[in-house]
C-alpha cells in the first residue's frame, strides 16, 4: 500500500470513528470517566481508629495530626490514588471535630476541591472550593480568601465558564497583590493561560511578563522560570519559533543552575519541539536526550508525556520507527485513560506502525486516537454542559423566587393603599423640615461670614499690635547715641546710623533681619544669649561685652518699656566712660523720658490698684488663649509658642521651653513691665486660625475686650 493510499484510509477511518464509532467510543468513555457524586453526608471513622490506620499517635497535639494527615493526602493526591486520599481527609476531619476553625475548616474543604479537581469533577471542586471560600472570609485571611478565589476559576474554566473564571482570576489577584512573597503570580500566570486558550497573545504575554516579574521580585529564579518556560510554549503555540525558543533557553538555563529536573524535562521537551519547527532534527534529538537524562538522575520518576512524545518522533524522524513506537507505547501505558496526552501520543505511535509499513496497527493506533480525543471532547461537553444545568436550575429557583416576591407584593398593594394618607403627611412634615434644613443653612452662612470678618479683623489687630519699623527708625535717627531695636528672639528690627557705623563700619544701616547673636563670636554669642534669659527672668537692664570688627565694645541690653515685647540695646566702644543706665538708652537725655515706638503717655503710676487689676487681666487672657488652643488644637504652649512666632523658644537642660510665655501665666511672675502687646496677639492668633467652640471663642473674646478696655482707658495704646 503507497503511503497516499495510507493517508486516506486513515482519514476515512478518521470519519468511521467520529460517525459510526461514537457508541463503541462512548463505552469506553462511560469505563475509563471518573465517577463524580454530589457532595452528601459522610459517616466519619473514629479519630483513634483511623489515625492508628496511618500509624500516627491519637493522643499527640491536633495541629500536628492534622499536618500529618495534610502531608498524607498530598502525597496520595499526587499519585492520583483519589479515594484513598478522600479517606485520609475524612479522618483528618474527625480529629477536627463538629466545630473546627475557620481556618482549619477552610482548609479541610480546599484539599477536598484539590482532591475533585484531580478527578476531572470540577462541579464537585467548584462546591468544595466555595465553602473553603467562605470559611477564609469568616477569618478574615486574605491569602486563603486569594487562593480559593484561584481555584475557584480554575474550576470554572474546566467547566467552560470564561467569564466566571476571569472574574475569580481577577479577584485573586486583587487579594494577593498586596502579600508579600510573590503570592499574586500565581493567578497572573492563570490569567495568562486563559487569554491563550482564548487565543489573545497579546494579553497572555502582558500577563506571563508581569508574573515573572512578580517571581524575580520575590526571589523565587526557579518558578519565574517556569513562567517563562509557559510564555515559551504560547509563543510556539503562536507560530513565533524564534521569540519562544529565546525564552525556553533563559528558562532552562535557570532550571539547570537551580538543579530542578521536573521543570527542566517539559523544557527539554518544549526546545525539541522548537528545533522540530524550524527542521533541525539533531537539535531537537539533543534537547530529548537532555531531558531522559534528566529523568536518569531523578532517580524513580517517569518521562513526562510531552517529552516522550517529542522523544516518539524525533526516533521516527531519525528513521528509528521501532523505537518511536515502543517509546509511544511506553508511554501510553502510564497514561491515566482520560490523560488530555492520549490522542497525540496515539498518533505519533500510528504514524511509527505507518513507517514500519504495519498498516493495520497504524490504523488501529489511529482510530484509538480519535476516540480518545472525541472522550475528552465529550468529557468537556459533559462538565459544559452539568454546569449550564445548574445554573439553569439556579436561574429558576431564583425565578420562582421572584414569582413569590411579586405575588407577595401584589397582596401587600392593599397595604399600601392605606397609608396613603400617612404618606402625605410625612411629605407635608418632610417639605416643613426641608425649609428649616434650609433656614439653617442660611443661618450658617451668615454665621461663617461673620466668623470669616471676625478672622480677618483678629489678624489686622495682631498686625496692627506688631512694631511698627518706619516709626523706629524714625525715632532711632533723630538720636545720637548707638541704639538697636531688637525683638524678644534678638533679631535686629531697627538701628540709627552710629550703631551701624559702630558694627560696622562705612556701612550705612544697621543688619536688621538677623540675629545679634550671628554678629558675635561663640562665646560672646552665648554670654549674648544668657543676657537674654535674665532679662526674661527679671527685667532688670542687663550689662555685657564683646569684641566686634577687632575691638570691644559695651552694650546694655533692656526692655523698651511699651509692652510690644521690644528691646533697647545702647552700645559704647569699651573705652568711652561707663554705659549710661538703660533708661538713657531709651530716653533722650536732653528733655523728658520718651518711647522709642509710641506718641503717648504711660498711665499714671500711683494707680495701683487699676494698674494690678490690668496685670491681672493680662494673666487671665493668657491662661485662656492657651486653654482655647489645648483644646481646639490637642497641643500645649510650646506648639504655640512656635506657630505663633511670638514668643521666644529656648532649651533650657536639654528641653526646648517657652520661657517668657510661662512667665505670663502667673500673676506672681508676671513681668514689672508685660509685653501686654504680645498677649493681644496670642489671643487674636488664637481666634483667628484655631476652630472654636462659640462658648470658648465668647469667652476668649470677653478675655480680649477686658485687656482692650484697660489699655484704651488708661491711654496704654
Known amino acids: 500500500m503507497s503511503k497516499e493510499s495510507f493517508v486516506r484510509g486513515a482519514a476515512l477511518a478518521a470519519l468511521l470513528a467520529t460517525l459510526c464509532g461514537a457508541a463503541a467510543a462512548g463505552v469506553s468513555t462511560q469505563a475509563d470517566a471518573p465517577v463524580c457524586a454530589e457532595a452528601a ?29 495534610y502531608e498524607r493526602n498530598r502525597t496520595l493526591v499526587e499519585t492520583h490514588r483519589y479515594a484513598e486520599a478522600s479517606r485520609a481527609m475524612d479522618c483528618a476531619e474527625a480529629v477536627a471535630g463538629a466545630d473546627p476553625g475557620p481556618t482549619t475548616a477552610q482548609e479541610l474543604a480546599r484539599r477536598r476541591g484539590v482532591i475533585e479537581f484531580r478527578r476531572e469533577c470540577p462541579l464537585q471542586a467548584l462546591h468544595w472550593f466555595k465553602r473553603a471560600l467562605a470559611a477564609a472570609e469568616r477569618s478574615e485571611d486574605r491569602l486563603a480568601q486569594g487562593k480559593n478565589w484561584n481555584n475557584l476559576g480554575a474550576a470554572l474554566l474546566r467547566l467552560g465558564d470564561v467569564r466566571g473564571a476571569l472574574q475569580a482570576q481577577t479577584a485573586s489577584l486583587a487579594l494577593l497583590r498586596k502579600i508579600p512573597g510573590g503570592e499574586s503570580a500565581r493567578p497572573l500566570n492563570n490569567l495568562a493561560e486563559i487569554y491563550r486558550d482564548q487565543g489573545d497573545l497579546a494579553a497572555a504575554v502582558r500577563y506571563y511578563r508581569q508574573a515573572r516579574d512578580v517571581h524575580l521580585a520575590a526571589g523565587n529564579r526557579i518558578e519565574a522560570a517556569h513562567t517563562m518556560e509557559s510564555w515559551g510554549a504560547a509563543l510556539l503555540d503562536s507560530g513565533d519559533a524564534a521569540g519562544g525558543e529565546a525564552l525556553l533557553l533563559q528558562a532552562r538555563a535557570q532550571m539547570v543552575e537551580d538543579g530542578n529536573r521536573k521543570y527542566q524535562q517539559r523544557t527539554d521537551a518544549e526546545l525539541a519541539r522548537a528545533a522540530l519547527l524550524r ?58 485513560a482520560h490523560d488530555s496526552d492520549r490522542p497525540a501520543l496515539l498518533a505519533e505511535l500510528a504514524a511509527a506502525h505507518e513507517a514500519l509499513g504495519e498498516w493495520p496497527q497504524a490504523m488501529a493506533a489511529l482510530r484509538e486516537s480519535e476516540r480518545a480525543a472525541q472522550a475528552l471532547r465529550e468529557a468537556r461537553y459533559d462538565r459544559e454542559t452539568r454546569w449550564l444545568q445548574v445554573r439553569f436550575e439556579t436561574a429558576e429557583r431564583d425565578r420562582t423566587i421572584a414569582a413569590l416576591a411579586s405575588g407577595n407584593q401584589v397582596r401587600t398593594l392593599a397595604l399600601w393603599l392605606t397609608v396613603v394618607s400617612a404618606l402625605a403627611a410625612l411629605l407635608g412634615l418632610t417639605v416643613f423640615f426641608l425649609r428649616r434644613q434650609q433656614r439653617a443653612r442660611v443661618a450658617e452662612a451668615a454665621r461663617r461670614a461673620r466668623l470669616d470678618e471676625e478672622i480677618d479683623y483678629y489678624r489686622r489687630a495682631a498686625a496692627e499690635l506688631g512694631v511698627d519699623r518706619a516709626r523706629l527708625q524714625a ?84 526692655e523698651s518699656g511699651q509692652g510690644e515685647g521690644s528691646l533697647v540695646l545702647g552700645l559704647q566702644r ?22 522709642l515706638a509710641l506718641d503717648v503717655e504711660p498711665a499714671a503710676s500711683g494707680d495701683e ?55 505670663y501665666l502667673s500673676l506672681s511672675k508676671l513681668p514689672r513691665q508685660p509685653r501686654w502687646r504680645d498677649v493681644l496677639r496670642s489671643g487674636y ?21 477686658a485687656v482692650l478696655a484697660y489699655t484704651r482707658r488708661n491711654a496704654l495704646v
Open 41 to 69: 453526608a459522610r459517616v466519619l471513622p473514629e479519630p483513634a481508629q483511623c489515625l492508628r490506620e496511618y500509624e500516627l499517635n491519637p493522643g499527640a497535639a491536633n495541629p500536628s495530626l492534622l499536618a500529618a494527615l
Open 475 to 558: 525715632a532711632l535717627d533723630s538720636r545720637e547715641d548707638a541704639v538697636l531695636v531688637l525683638d524678644g528672639a534678638g533679631q535686629v528690627l531697627a538701628g540709627n546710623r552710629a550703631a551701624s557705623e559702630l558694627l560696622r563700619p562705612g556701612a550705612a544701616t544697621a543688619p536688621v533681619g538677623r540675629g545679634f547673636g550671628e554678629l558675635l563670636g561663640a562665646d560672646d554669642a552665648r554670654g549674648f544669649a544668657q543676657a537674654l534669659e535674665r532679662l526674661e527672668e527679671s527685667s532688670a537692664p542687663q550689662r555685657l561685652a564683646f569684641a566686634l570688627g577687632g575691638e570691644r565694645l559695651q552694650g546694655q541690653l533692656s
Open 609 to 663: 490698684a487699676l494698674r494690678q487689676s490690668f496685670r491681672r487681666a493680662l494673666v487671665e487672657l493668657m491662661l485662656a488663649v492657651v486653654e482655647a488652643w489645648e483644646r481646639s488644637t490637642g497641643q500645649g504652649r510650646l506648639e504655640l509658642a512656635e506657630k505663633s512666632r511670638i514668643w521666644r523658644v529656648t532649651v533650657d537642660d536639654g528641653r526646648l521651653r517657652a520661657r517668657a510665655m510661662e512667665r
Open 279 to 336: 527542521g533541525d532534527v539533531a537539535a531537537a534529538s539533543r534537547w530529548v536526550d537532555s531531558g531522559l537524562a534528566a529523568v536518569v538522575a531523578a532517580e524513580g520518576e517517569t518521562a513526562p508525556a510531552p517529552l516522550q512524545l517529542q522523544a516518539a518522533r524525533v526516533a521516527r524522524l531519525r528513521g528509528l520507527p521501532g523505537v518511536a513506537r515502543e517509546r509511544a507505547s511506553a508511554a501510553l501505558r502510564a497514561l491515566a
Open 685 to 705: 492668633y488664637v481666634l483667628a486660625e484655631c476652630a472654636l467652640e462659640e462658648t470658648v471663642r465668647g469667652e476668649l473674646q470677653r478675655h480680649v475686650d
Open 574 to 595: 569699651a573705652a568711652a566712660a561707663v554705659a549710661e543706665p538703660a533708661a538713657d538708652l531709651v530716653h533722650d537725655g536732653a528733655g523728658p523720658a520718651e518711647p
